[in-house]
């Protein structure tokens, strides 16, 4: 997985998380935390997405959510697209999600 064209953004953790119903994650500030969780996101079944392996959909209602937490590395950061890298049957594939990502931090904070 990977930023494409990343401007001072960088991806710091990355799962992918069952879902039961149709309740995704969505875009919230800081790491993931339980209080802001529904109930049908399976949060203590998640798996690093390095590695992680996703069985087929069963059916409409059998979701697996991609969850990042992404750092700006100055008071902007900003990314063209997310890169998916994967392998299946022992062929790669990337997949590109083209929605640009774009974090503004009113607070920056950096590493010392």
């Known amino acids: 997985?990977?930023?494409?064209?990343?401007?001072?953004?960088?991806?710091?953790?990355?799962?992918?998380?069952?879902i039961s119903g149709t309740s995704l994650y969505g875009f919230l500030p800081g790491e993931p935390k339980l209080a802001w969780m529904s109930r049908g996101f399976l949060w203590a079944k998640r798996m690093r997405a390095d590695?992680?392996?996703?069985?087929p959909a069963r059916n409409q209602h059998d979701v697996t959510n991609l969850?990042?937490?992404?750092?700006?590395?100055a008071q902007t950061g900003k990314a063209s697209a997310i890169d998916v890298y994967y392998t299946e049957s022992g062929q790669q594939y990337q997949q590109r999600y083209n929605s640009a990502v774009k974090l503004t931090s009113a607070r920056?904070?950096?590493d010392a």
Not at 1 to 18: F, G, K, N, Q, Y
Not at 51 to 55: I, K, L, Y
Not at 67 to 73: D, F, G, I, M, N
């Open 1 to 18: 997985m990977s930023l494409t064209d990343p401007r001072s953004l960088a991806i710091t953790a990355a799962w992918v998380v069952p």
């Open 67 to 73: 969850v990042l937490v992404l750092k700006p590395l």
């Open 51 to 55: 590695g992680a392996r996703v069985q």
């Open 108 to 110: 920056f904070c950096h």
